[in-house]
């Protein structure tokens, strides 16, 4: 079991920064498998999806709408992950959940940090 616990959202005018942080939790165990660390999103009626994964071998991949303004990076030994925004626009408001994936496919969620873009 890993838990998950988000933190860093807010409220943001466009064109600002924010940076939200991802601290997983377990055994040691469960720490060592996991193989990859992102971030999804759901804004208010939409399904969730994909914003950034990075892996352990710190490859990493973005959705389109986010790339070249998002930059996620994870620092392995606290077991945390975090993400860069600049640049934020409206449509970026949403629900940022960090996921865990492990070498056994078993996937974790946070609770979620809540993003408003707004002047």
């Known amino acids: 079991q890993v838990h998950l616990v988000e933190s860093g959202g807010g409220l943001v005018q466009p064109g600002g920064s924010l940076r939200l942080s991802c601290v997983a939790s377990?055994?040691?165990?469960?720490?060592?498998?996991?193989?990859?660390m992102g971030w999804y999103r759901q804004a208010p009626g939409k399904q969730r999806e994909l914003v950034g994964v990075?892996?352990?071998?710190?490859?990493?991949n973005y959705a389109d709408s986010v790339k070249g303004r998002f930059t996620i990076s994870r620092d392995i030994a606290k077991n945390t992950v975090y993400l860069q925004m600049n640049s934020l626009k409206p449509e970026d408001t949403a629900v940022y959940y960090c996921?865990?994936?492990?070498?056994?496919?078993?996937?974790?969620w946070g609770k979620g940090t809540l993003v408003t873009v707004s002047s």
């Open positions: 996921n865990v994936k492990t070498i056994r496919l078993t996937n974790y």
């Open positions: 377990g055994s040691s165990g469960s720490i060592r498998s996991i193989n990859a």
């Open positions: 990075i892996s352990n071998s710190g490859s990493t």
